[in-house]
């Protein structure tokens, strides 16, 4: 399996486009370089109850920084970022573009031939909830009907007090979906949003302090459990 020194080396060659063709943002470098403590942290949380995922749907930074590994172990990974940054294809997985807040809601793109109902072992949303400018618990269920029985879906909350004013605008690729959160997450309310979600318990909880954001970040594992 393997360790996130090796897998952190492998992400920013990547980035520093060693061993992707054509241009890479200098940004997304930047940006993994900034928030690694809080992706050591979803990785080690992957790794501590799924050994080998078989199919993953990684939602978000249009980059699969905490899931990129399991295609290198021949599992199949779609990803794809609702927050308009430029993506970055790692080797072996498929990058699909979405909206998650197109109508009608669920999302209007909703289980294509690519992403279909019950179909991962794991769905992972980060970075992503707090920008998106509607209604969240159709998105958040659509996640949850993404997951197979007996898998898992993985999302993180920014608690308070992060992203000062101007914090994205060093970002040219975050082309205005909304460069700033939208909605600032409490504990509280961070929990009324997990617990409130139907044939789902909590597996794993785990608070990742980030200095870029200046505040913890709740990462929350969740099985899909029968009804």
């Known amino acids: 399996m393997m360790a996130w020194a090796q897998y952190a080396e492998k992400v920013r060659g990547l980035l520093a486009g060693l061993e992707v063709p054509g241009h890479v943002p200098a940004v997304l470098s930047g940006y ?6 809080r992706f050591a942290t979803l990785f080690e949380m992957l790794h501590a109850i799924l050994p080998a995922p078989k199919s993953i749907l990684d ?11 399991v295609a290198d172990e021949g599992g199949r990974v779609i990803y794809g970022c609702p927050l308009r940054l430029e993506p970055v294809v790692w080797p072996g997985c498929v990058y699909q573009e979405l909206n998650l807040c197109a109508p009608p ?7 294509t ?28 269920d659509w996640l ?11 999302l993180s909350f920014p608690l308070g007090g992060q ?5 994205h605008h060093d970002y040219p690729p975050f082309e205005v979906l909304h460069d700033e959160h939208l909605r600032e997450w409490t504990m509280g309310t961070a929990e009324v949003f997990v617990y409130g979600m139907s044939g789902f318990t909590v597996a794993l909880a785990r608070l990742s302090n980030q200095p870029a954001y200046g505040s913890p970040i709740w990462n929350v594992l969740l099985e899909k459990v029968p009804r």
């Open 105 to 111: 809601q669920p999302p209007a793109f909703l289980f």
């Open 32 to 37: 993994f370089a900034g928030h690694e403590p």
């Open 163 to 167: 992203h000062a004013e101007g914090y």
């Open 113 to 140: 031939t690519e992403v279909t109902k019950s179909q991962f072992d794991l769905v992972v949303c980060t970075e992503c909830l707090e920008h998106l400018p509607c209604n969240l618990f159709p998105v958040r």
């Open 59 to 69: 939602v978000g930074t249009g980059f699969p920084f905490a899931t990129g590994w």
């Open 144 to 154: 949850g009907q993404a997951v197979c029985l007996g898998g898992y879906l993985l």
